[in-house]
């Protein structure tokens, strides 16, 4: 069944975030043929409309205001409802992202619609479209499809390949204006944690310290592999407790869910709670003391050893193969 699809074009910084581009994918599954419409929301996003189109949007409808150039549930609702009323769309993709997580329940209950979150794949088969997701802390999938009514799902980073980009494709960019008010927060500053780079949700590669990396020094080695490599920085909630590194850096079933190619643990047991939130990832390399750690258990590839002695040495040999 063709479907109109709105996805969100999740902007940071001016910049559009990756996960934009595998809405779009989704989008085109779930549209079974029907148009894709991605949304900008923010103060001045138009200029962002252009990417859009590259990675397959049909068209682009912006909502451009002053009180929309942080996000609030607030404004980002009243703005993405004013598009859903005046598109009237029979499906919506967001990425399951801080924003993402935060801004689809409030719109599926004015909406009173239901809501597939943390999809890692969609399929069309024997005439639904099949939304995947995993559970139980990611030691189970579960298989949904929509019967009745809008089909709204966030959609996890780095598991929807987004389309080739191809910059000889355009389309139609409209505005929808939008009085917006009420708002119970007002964003007066923003405040950067973590460190500047990568963006740890949406990392192709993350090298991930734990308790082992002893202290905030510790870490040194694994900023070091992570240049290198063009990655982000992780850690379990055993670092973060310690103390050795911010809580926005923790992986995990209380933390984020990263799915990148490469993860990199070095000096983390591999404790359940850790494993909810990286064993998804495609490639998995353990580095670890104790040859009985449970993070071997999840590991393609395992080193026993210090992580202080294989950190450097991988380091060197990574920056020999990029010369
Ligand atoms: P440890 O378990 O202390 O492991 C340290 C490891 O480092 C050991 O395996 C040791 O052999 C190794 N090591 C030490 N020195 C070296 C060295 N020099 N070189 C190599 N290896 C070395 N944890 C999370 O990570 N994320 C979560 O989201 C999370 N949520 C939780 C929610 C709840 C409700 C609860 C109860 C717990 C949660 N935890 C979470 C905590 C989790 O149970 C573990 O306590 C935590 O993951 C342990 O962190 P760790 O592996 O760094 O530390």
Do not use: W
């Not at 993402?100 to 329940?105: A, E, F, I, R, W």
């Not at 002893?214 to 070091?224: C, I, V």
């Amino acid at each position: 069944m063709s479907r109109k699809v709105l996805v969100l074009g999740e902007v940071r910084d001016n910049t559009l975030r990756n996960v934009s581009f595998e809405a779009i994918a989704a989008g085109k599954t779930v549209a079974e043929g029907g148009e894709v419409v991605a949304v900008l929301i923010g103060d001045t996003v138009s200029s962002l409309a252009n990417e859009l189109f590259y990675y397959g949007a049909d068209r682009v409808v912006t909502v451009e205001d002053v009180k929309l150039k942080s996000y609030t549930p607030d404004g980002y609702s009243q703005a993405l409802l004013a598009v859903i009323e005046a598109e009237s769309p029979e499906g919506l993709v967001f990425g399951h992202t801080a924003l993402g997580k935060d801004l689809s329940p409030k719109v599926a209950g004015k909406l009173n619609s239901g809501l597939i979150s943390d999809v890692t794949s969609i399929e069309v088969a024997g005439g639904n479209t099949v939304f995947t997701r995993p559970i139980y802390s990611g030691k189970a999938f579960e298989k949904k499809i929509v019967t009745d009514g809008l089909v709204f799902a966030t959609i996890r980073p780095n598991n929807i390949a987004p389309l080739e980009k191809d910059e000889s494709r355009s389309g139609e960019v409209t505005s929808v204006s939008v009085d917006i008010k009420d708002l119970r927060t007002i964003v007066k500053e923003v405040v950067r944690k973590a460190s500047e780079g990568v963006d740890l949700s949406e990392a192709k590669v993350v090298i991930a310290g734990g308790r082992g990396v002893k202290s905030a020094d510790g870490f040194e080695p694994l900023k070091e592999l992570a240049t290198v490599l063009g990655g982000a920085v992780g850690a379990s909630r055993g670092a973060c407790d310690a103390d050795y590194c911010d809580y926005s850096l923790q992986i995990g079933q209380t933390g984020k869910v990263v799915t990148p190619d490469l993860y990199i643990a070095c000096g983390i047991s591999g404790a359940i709670q850790h494993l909810a939130g990286m064993s998804n990832s495609k490639v998995i390399v353990a580095i670890n003391k104790d040859p009985e750690a449970n993070i071997f258990k999840v590991a393609d590839y395992g080193i026993v050893g210090d992580l202080f002695e294989v950190v450097p040495l991988l380091t060197e040999e990574f920056k020999k193969l990029k010369v």
